[in-house]
Nanobody, 125 residues
């Protein structure tokens, strides 16, 4: 069974930074696309960032709302995906989830079969 374990959430002041980590127990980690989604109370779960590993290099994608502020990366040797979040805004407050699927990143949460437990990110204004 695939397990994703997230960490790094917390409370931060607007303009600050956090780095989220997700350790994944995937049999062939490099064969999976990994992504971050977030969900605020009363809102739909939304795609934040994703990374896929093809041909020995990663290809990333970002939601418009976080582009230029967030950076997704992964360490295949450690089976870990990261989300570096800079210039945080109050509207970034949400539970952040890491997710994985085979091969390619998509922005639809229902297309990801593997999920972490979520980690709370709260940004004070």
């Amino acid at each position: 069974q695939v397990q994703l374990v997230e960490s790094g959430g917390g409370l931060v002041q607007a303009g600050g930074s956090l780095r989220l980590s997700c350790v994944a127990s995937l049999r062939t980690f490099s064969s999976y696309a990994t992504a971050w989604f977030r969900q605020a109370p009363g809102k739909e779960r939304e795609f934040v960032a994703g990374i896929e590993w093809s041909g020995g290099s990663g290809s990333t994608s970002y939601a418009d709302s976080v582009k230029g502020r967030f950076t997704i990366s992964r360490d295949n040797a450690k089976n870990t995906v990261y989300l570096q979040m800079n210039s945080l805004k109050a509207e970034d407050t949400a539970v952040y989830y890491c997710a994985a699927r085979r091969l390619l990143v998509t922005t639809t949460s229902s297309e990801y079969p593997y999920w972490g437990q979520g980690t709370q990110v709260t940004v004070s204004s």
